[in-house]
């Protein structure tokens, strides 16, 4: 096991994952450009790390992350350099995430709120306590999205629910915010710690080139005609099938096998 530590993050590497915790519990985790540059960091190590084949981002204290630190906001905002630049930080560190050829795995708990919510819509898929409650809660304040707000939670949720949910201000409980696609897997307060792992567990003994193929091929395709996002993902296809980790995995299951993929 290995251990990083930046100001606001703590990051873990244990048993193929990288463990990326947001560690501003007093400040309920929001996001200053000190802790965006953290998590770029800690992403940067976790794939710099060949043992690593999955992330959990996850958050210590009672808050995965109420949002932006509007303390920061307000003493940029006069600034239109300095606050492009802080905008723009956390675009690039969201864009990151999807990027990344690892799978991003977020673990929520309490409240998940505004950058919160567009720090966990930039994740590959979200695993949330029952009792977790998320929201686009920007127009409470005057505000509006700044970090790709508006533009995956259309994606993921539809026009119709993304703009009810920014103009409302409401939180969604956490089995909502699943039917509406923004959260994955619900479980029990309890078990969440162990269910997040669990499932970057599975993650990590899959085929990392074809996990990292999926992700490349689902998130681009979405930005393309859809004739042309086949023809994609056909080309994709192909380059796998032609790899040593699927020989492997067609190997098993001619003999009936798990597969041990490299």
Same mark, same amino acid.
């Given at each position: &096991?290995?251990?990083?530590?930046?100001?606001?993050? +703590?990051?873990?590497?244990?048993? @193929?994952?990288?463990?990326i915790?947001?560690?501003r519990?007093?400040?309920?985790?929001?996001?200053?450009s000190? =802790?965006?540059? /953290?998590?770029?960091s800690?992403?940067?190590?976790?794939?710099?790390?060949? @043992?690593?084949? /999955?992330?959990?981002?996850?958050?210590?204290?009672? !808050?995965?992350?109420?949002?932006?630190?509007?303390?920061?906001?307000?003493?940029?905002?006069?600034?239109?350099?300095? =606050?492009?630049?802080?905008?723009? $930080?956390?675009?690039?560190? &969201?864009?990151? =995430?999807?990027?990344?050829? +690892?799978?991003?795995?977020?673990?929520?708990?309490? =409240?998940? +709120?505004?950058?919160?919510? *567009?720090?966990?819509?930039?994740?590959?898929?979200?695993?949330?306590s029952?009792?977790?409650?998320?929201?686009?809660? !920007? /127009?409470?304040?005057g505000?509006?999205?700044?970090?790709? $707000?508006?533009?995956?939670?259309?994606?993921?949720?539809?026009?119709?629910?993304?703009?009810?949910?920014?103009?409302?201000?409401? #939180?969604?409980?956490?089995?909502?915010?699943?039917? #509406?696609?923004?959260?994955?897997?619900?479980?029990?307060?309890?078990?969440?710690?162990?269910?997040?792992?669990?499932?970057?567990?599975?993650?990590?003994?899959k085929? +990392?080139?074809?996990?990292?193929?999926?992700?490349?091929?689902?998130? *681009?395709?979405?930005?393309?005609?859809?004739? *042309?996002?086949?023809?994609?993902?056909?080309?994709?296809?192909?380059?796998?099938? &032609? @790899?040593?980790?699927?020989? *492997?995995?067609?190997?098993?299951?001619?003999?009936?096998?798990?597969?041990?993929?490299?």
């Amino acid at each position: &096991m290995s251990e990083m530590t930046e100001p606001h993050v +703590l990051t873990t590497i244990r048993d @193929s994952i990288g463990f990326i915790e947001l560690n501003r519990p007093a400040k309920f985790n929001c996001l200053s450009s000190t =802790l965006i540059a /953290a998590i770029e960091s800690a992403l940067d190590a976790c794939e710099g790390d060949g @043992s690593v084949r /999955a992330v959990l981002i996850r958050a210590r204290g009672k !808050h995965f992350c109420i949002g932006a630190d509007l303390d920061e906001v307000l003493d940029v905002r006069n600034d239109k350099e300095r =606050l492009a630049r802080f905008l723009a $930080g956390g675009h690039r560190m &969201m864009r990151r =995430l999807e990027a990344s050829r +690892l799978p991003v795995v977020a673990q929520v708990q309490g =409240l998940c +709120l505004a950058g919160g919510l *567009e720090l966990a819509m930039a994740c590959d898929v979200v695993i949330a306590s029952a009792s977790a409650q998320l929201g686009c809660q !920007h /127009a409470r304040y005057g505000l509006m999205p700044g970090f790709g $707000g508006t533009q995956r939670l259309a994606r993921l949720a539809g026009q119709r629910r993304a703009l009810d949910l920014m103009f409302s201000a409401r #939180w969604l409980k956490a089995g909502e915010a699943q039917s #509406w696609g923004l959260v994955n897997h619900v479980v029990d307060d309890g078990a969440l710690a162990d269910a997040a792992e669990a499932y970057c567990t599975q993650l990590a003994a899959k085929n +990392l080139e074809g996990i990292a193929a999926m992700k490349r091929t689902c998130r *681009e395709g979405l930005d393309r005609p859809f004739e *042309e996002a086949l023809q994609m993902e056909q080309e994709v296809a192909i380059a796998a099938l &032609m @790899s040593a980790n699927v020989t *492997e995995g067609l190997a098993a299951f001619r003999e009936n096998r798990e597969p041990s993929f490299r």
